[in-house]
């Protein structure tokens, strides 16, 4: 099974023989804020009558508390080596391009 995945180019190392890429995958991470989660899973286990006893109260003491910024998605980041003749035959992609690289099961 393959899947084709968008990495964008962060580093780029040249030693002269050797091209050294790191990537990082292209996908947008949102933070969600920790008081949206707890609410959110309240919100899921409870009736609609406790909903709408509870949930103001909860609310109201979440606004108390600290905003804490959750990343939703952890990026994969990698390291590829190539030597430069490989490199310059994909065009010398250069940071801030996107590769597209098909990734299959071993």
Do not use: C, W
Not at 30 to 57: F, G, H, R, W, Y
Not at 65 to 87: A, C, D, E, F, G
Not at 93 to 102: K, T
């Amino acid at each position: 099974m393959s899947a084709t995945n968008e990495f964008r180019i962060s580093q780029i190392v040249d030693n002269g023989k050797m091209i050294q890429l790191t990537l990082i995958e292209n996908v947008s991470t949102e933070p969600i804020s920790q008081k949206q989660m707890i609410i959110e899973n309240v919100a899921k286990k409870l009736d609609a009558e406790t909903k709408e006893q509870i949930m103001p109260l909860l609310e109201a003491i979440l606004t108390a508390q600290p905003t804490i910024n959750v990343k939703s998605y952890q990026q994969t980041q990698m390291t590829m080596t190539m030597p430069k003749s490989r490199y310059e035959h994909l065009d010398k992609p250069q940071v801030g391009e996107i590769l597209h690289l098909d990734l299959k099961k071993i």
